[in-house]
């Protein structure tokens, strides 16, 4: 009589169990080759999807003021060799004027040639911050005739030079030198500064940020979530970068912001001046002007006009001490630079920031010094 054989049980099956794969060596190289080249594309193919609209006058929005990828965008817009690229902080941005109301504009009206001279300034910078935004933001900033502002209002204290001990918060922190040189009342940890040098040179880095200043309110995607629970991150996206408006409260002759510095009653000013060999910001400058040269950038240097006419007589001393200083490295180094004369006291709406009308003059000198008239004529 023939046996059965024995029926096998199927195995029990274990709850709870996942379906995993497990990835051998060259798997895992294809994933990372996948993961890097979207992480390559796509800052460039979203460039392509996004609208940019500028106009004439255009200035990076006072709240894209971060948007460190959409201020390197914009040069690699206008950088061109029949155009004029002016650098600087607030000044050349126009804290207290409309963009049409700024320096580069009014220099556009004296050479008679609408977009000629770029507003290249952001708010909020200072030497060690643009510094660094022209070394890691700005790559397309080669072969161009550039206008360079020098801003003394950077070294009249040690607070405002960064180098004091104490812990101070400042603008732009991911644009200055993480750790050399060392700043010394800038106490971020580890981790803070790491990722400002990953976001510095990878652009997909960059672009989170973008994305995050242009339509996550200048959070996180993951902070915004959190404050928007029911929200859906991709409604966010508005394929356009938003324009500034063009009448701001805050700025323009009908702002309250927009009078003289001695409107309030302001009294005379002392500043404790920072010595040239012992200032951060003064050799972040100095450094600043060798990357431009070293680009091959035809660089001219704007020194001033601050006001001194809220300077007390020793601090005006001091500051010609210092400009003449400046004016004199300048000259060493065979770099064409000019010190426009000083404005009328009802033009200066603080230390350093002309008005509207300030500005307006301030061009007018600038346009008509034969220092400044052979350099653009490249002379």
């Not at 101070?168 to 971020?188: D, G, M, T, W």
Request: hydrophobic share 40%; aromatic share 10%.
């Amino acid at each position: 009589m023939a046996t059965e054989s024995p029926i096998s049980k199927p195995a029990a099956e274990e709850p709870f169990s996942s379906n995993e794969m497990r990835l051998d060596a060259r798997q895992w190289l294809i994933a990372l080759a996948i993961v890097m080249l979207a992480m390559l594309l796509t800052p460039p193919l979203w460039e392509r999807i996004e609208r940019f609209d500028t106009g004439p006058d255009y200035r990076i929005p006072y709240s894209f003021s971060k948007d460190y990828q959409l201020y390197s965008r914009r040069l690699r817009q206008v950088c061109d060799p029949n155009r004029v690229i002016v650098l600087g902080d607030s000044v050349i941005w126009g804290e207290y004027v409309l963009r049409n109301g700024t320096l580069p504009h009014f220099l556009d009206r004296e050479a008679g040639e609408p977009n000629r001279f770029i507003n290249a300034g952001v708010n909020g910078l200072f030497p060690l911050a643009l510094e660094g935004l022209i070394e890691h933001y700005a790559p397309s900033l080669r072969g161009q005739r550039v206008v360079l502002h020098w801003n003394a209002l950077w070294m009249t204290s040690a607070k405002a030079d960064l180098s004091v001990d104490e812990e101070e918060p400042f603008n732009h922190s991911r644009l200055v030198p993480q750790f050399s040189p060392r700043i010394p009342c800038y106490k971020a940890d580890a981790n803070e500064r790491l990722s400002a040098l990953v976001e510095q040179r990878f652009g997909f880095a960059a672009w989170v940020g973008h994305l995050q200043n242009a339509y996550f309110g200048q959070k996180g995607i993951l902070n915004w979530t959190l404050d928007n629970p029911v929200g859906n991150p991709l409604s966010q996206l508005r394929w356009r970068v938003p324009s500034a408006a063009l009448d701001d409260a805050k700025r323009g002759p009908k702002s309250p912001r927009h009078k003289p510095w001695f409107a309030g009653g302001s009294n005379k000013t002392r500043f404790d001046w920072v010595a040239s060999d012992s200032s951060l910001q003064w050799r972040a400058f100095q450094r600043l002007v060798g990357i431009l040269r070293g680009r091959g950038n035809d660089l001219l240097v704007v020194l001033g006009p601050f006001n001194e006419h809220l300077m007390v007589e020793e601090s005006q001393h001091a500051y010609r001490k210092l400009r003449d200083e400046t004016a004199a490295w300048l000259s060493r180094n065979q770099i064409p630079h000019l010190a426009p004369e000083l404005l009328p006291s009802a033009l200066y709406a603080d230390a350093s920031h002309p008005l509207t009308e300030g500005y307006e003059l301030l061009a007018k000198n600038i346009y008509s010094d034969e220092t400044f008239q052979k350099w653009l004529q490249g002379k």
